[in-house]
């Protein structure tokens, strides 16, 4: 079955910073993989996605994130965090289960932005 | 804007009180979701319909039940809500049921369960 594993629970970052959090997965195939963000209270928002091509994948509010077959990673970074940053990160691997999408949540990063 | 709404936003039900929570969609998506999400946990698919078609995840408990009357509405059904129960609902649509598709979410209810 696969996994989603994103190891930190929480990040601090001053603003303006760099950000990068981390996104591991488990599949014996190559997965489709999300990145979507929560602000507090909301549901879910689509960052970006990866299915195959370019590695490097762009996506909205300037975040990107690069798929690495060797690593089992798909890492979410931004070059300089804003304060409306400050929300909380779910990576997810979709996949086919039974001719039906089945996507799986990691545990989620929560993103504080400090001034 | 099309969009995936939920209402209400906030739900509170006593303890073993039925209660539905329900959702639309204005996308015209073939694949309507149902998540709950507990506090600080990822959420987790507790069932989806294409189309008519109905189909459980193998452990959401048989208190839940969903209906999908038409393409637009699909409705959530806690037939004896427990403490356990209280959390934040996500609906989700997508417009096939490929593994490589986005999946829209809605805003969230959170049920409270006193």
């Known amino acids: 079955a696969q996994s989603v594993t994103q190891p930190d629970i929480h990040i601090t970052v001053s603003e303006g910073a760099s950000l990068e959090l981390r996104c591991n997965y488990s599949y014996g195939a190559t997965p489709y993989l999300f990145w979507y963000v929560q602000s507090p209270g909301q549901g879910l928002q689509l960052l970006l996605k990866?299915?195959?091509?370019?590695?490097l994948v762009q996506g909205i509010k300037g975040f990107e994130a690069e798929f690495k077959r060797s690593q089992s990673s798909f890492n979410l970074r931004k070059p300089s965090v804003h304060w409306s940053d400050a929300a909380e990160y779910f990576c997810a691997v979709g996949v086919n289960s039974g001719g039906y999408q089945k996507v799986t949540f990691g545990t989620g990063t929560k993103l504080q932005v400090i001034p | 804007d099309a969009m995936v709404i939920q209402n209400p936003r906030y739900q509170v039900t006593q303890f073993g009180k039925p209660v539905t929570l329900s959702c639309s969609q204005t996308?015209?998506?073939?694949?309507m979701y149902w998540y709950q999400q507990k506090s600080s946990q990822a959420p987790k698919l507790l069932f989806h319909?294409?189309?008519?078609?109905?189909?459980n995840e193998a452990d959401t408990p048989d208190n839940f039940q969903s209906r999908r009357p038409n393409t637009s509405f699909c409705f959530l059904d806690i037939r004896s809500p427990g403490l356990g129960d209280a959390a934040m609902y996500l609906c989700a649509t997508s417009r096939e049921a490929l593994y490589q598709e986005t999946q829209y979410f809605g805003p969230g209810t959170r049920l409270l369960v006193l």
């Open positions: 319909y294409y189309d008519k078609d109905f189909n």
């Open positions: 990866y299915f195959s091509g370019d590695t």
């Open positions: 996308l015209n998506h073939n694949v």
